[in-house]
């Protein structure tokens, strides 16, 4: 088997067996509908599905469920574009469609030709630098040089960083260390309106969190600011947050959490500036205490940085009553 053989296989199959990753540990008792949504794609088009079937008080407040999946556009990956502009949006994608079914499949990463769209060829999956155990138990960060003390360091060790001065959020994990490979996936995704990638990100974050995503109630995006939304037309995060629903079969809350300042670019700020520039600039919307009351949600973001904006994100979710907040993100940039 040559190497670029073995690299589509080890891609593929994950994208055969989409459950692999949760099915040893799935509690299914918890909820009964999640192995369907597992197998079934148009099972997030159901309003019945974005119901948190273990979120407290559900029952008392039947019209909950559309308030998870509220303005309407969950069946499409583009659910969170700018509510101005629908129409263009939805014929640029309509016309990558298009494109997609036309031009040979392209590598996401290096645009060199791969068997089926979607997918990394060989040679960047090896340069994409998975993030694999030993990681800190918080953060997420590889250990590197460590052996753990029972044998399963993953479960046993935080770094130094976060023994010292843990983040609000209880555990972060990211598919890729943020190389250039992990870059140029993000960037295409955030900017290019490259949605082709969409399914592979949604099982290798399915993958990178499967060890919470057991027993999370709900998947909730980091949000764009308004003014945001309308020039980008749509929020990567909120689209990574519907891939991995899809795969997980946990229902995600687009619109859970809303950025009420429209913050300048983290990137180039220091920790402490990052921290000051995101400090109450996310609160949750009326219509989402039910939903996260005492529940586990999953935050999902496109790159965790400092984490300044995942703690300020979990300030606002646990205010609103979230009892615990695991973040998944497509890279994590830093070393412990
Ligand atoms: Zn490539
Ligand atoms: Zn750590």
């Not at 919470?212 to 980008?232: D, E, G, K, Q, T």
């Not at 983290?266 to 039910?290: D, I, M, P, W, Y």
Request: proline fraction near 8%.
């Amino acid at each position: 088997m040559s190497e670029t053989d073995a690299g589509a296989v080890l891609l593929r199959s994950g994208a055969e067996r989409p459950d692999k990753s949760m099915a040893p540990t799935a509690p299914g008792a918890e909820r009964p509908d999640k192995s369907m949504a597992l197998t079934a794609p148009g099972a997030a088009e159901r309003p019945d599905k974005s119901m948190a079937p273990t979120a407290p008080g559900a029952a008392e407040r039947p019209d909950k469920s559309m308030a998870l999946t509220a303005p309407g556009a969950a069946e499409r990956p583009d659910k969170s574009m700018a509510p101005t502009a629908p129409g263009t949006v939805r014929l640029r994608a309509l016309g990558r469609w298009g494109l997609d079914l036309l031009l040979p499949a392209q590598c996401l990463g290096c645009r060199a030709l791969v068997g089926e769209p979607g997918r990394l060829c060989s040679g960047c999956f090896a340069q994409a630098h998975l993030l694999a155990p030993p990681l800190c138990r918080v953060c997420g960060l590889p250990l590197a040089g460590l052996t753990g003390i029972s044998g399963k360091p993953e479960l046993d060790l935080a770094c130094g960083r976060c023994l010292s001065d843990p983040p609000d959020y209880e555990r972060a994990r990211a598919v890729f260390a943020f190389g250039d490979v992990a870059k140029r996936l993000v960037h295409d995704l955030k900017y290019h309106d490259r949605m082709e990638g969409r399914a592979s990100f949604g099982e290798w974050l399915a993958r990178a969190g499967a060890e919470f995503l057991v027993s999370a109630n709900l998947i909730v995006p980091v949000p764009l600011h308004y003014f945001r939304l309308v020039r980008r037309r749509y929020n990567q995060a909120a689209i990574l947050a519907r891939a991995v629903s899809e795969i997980s079969g946990v229902p995600s809350a687009p619109l859970a959490l809303k950025r009420v300042r429209d913050t300048k670019s983290q990137t180039g700020l220091s920790a402490e500036a990052r921290a000051r520039n995101v400090k109450g600039a996310f609160t949750v919307r009326k219509g989402f205490a039910g939903p996260l009351k005492d529940a586990h949600i999953v935050l999902v973001d496109d790159v965790l940085t400092t984490g300044a904006t995942a703690e300020a994100c979990t300030r606002a979710l646990k205010k609103a009553g979230a009892r615990e907040v695991s973040v998944l993100t497509l890279a994590r940039v830093g070393e412990p």
